[in-house]
Structure formats: C-alpha cells, structure tokens
C-alpha cells in the first residue's frame, strides 16, 4: 500500500491505494480509501493524519513538524 496524490478538477485529493494482480495476473491499482483534499487541508493536519497512520500500523510515531506560521510567531514572541 501507499499514498498518492491525484488531480481533477485543479484539486489535489489523497488517497490510499494497493496494488495487487487480477485474475488474468495483471498489477493492477484499487483505491482503498480517499482522503480528502489536500489543497483544503489546514497546517498540521496532513501532520495529525501521518501520526495517526504511524500509530495505527504500530510504528513509531514521527515528531511533530513545526510549521511557518509557528516558527514566525515564536520568532516575534521572543
């Protein structure tokens, strides 16, 4: 499995996707579940759904990414 991004419409959506062979033993893609828009997604969202998707395959979960907008406002608070 893994994720990809896909475009229509000027949208970019995230999916998970599999690949496996059909009867005829040809690879084949099969989408097991759509995302939602990546496009409409808030900072630290795409980042709250890796570190559930870490936890939820029983890995480590990644540390949490400061985004611009944090840093910027550290930087005027100090």
């Not at 949208?11 to 059909?22: C, D, G, K, P, T």
Request: aromatic share 4%.
């Amino acid at each position: 499995m893994f994720v990809r991004t896909t475009e229509s419409g000027g949208r970019r959506y995230l999916q998970i996707v599999e690949s496996y062979r059909n009867e005829a033993g040809k690879p084949r893609l099969r989408v097991i579940a759509n995302l939602g828009r990546v496009d409409g997604m808030k900072d630290g969202h795409l980042d709250a759904l890796i570190r559930g998707l870490s936890r939820a395959a029983g890995r480590e979960e990644p540390a949490k990414v400061r985004t611009a907008v944090q840093k910027s406002a550290t930087v005027a608070a100090g």
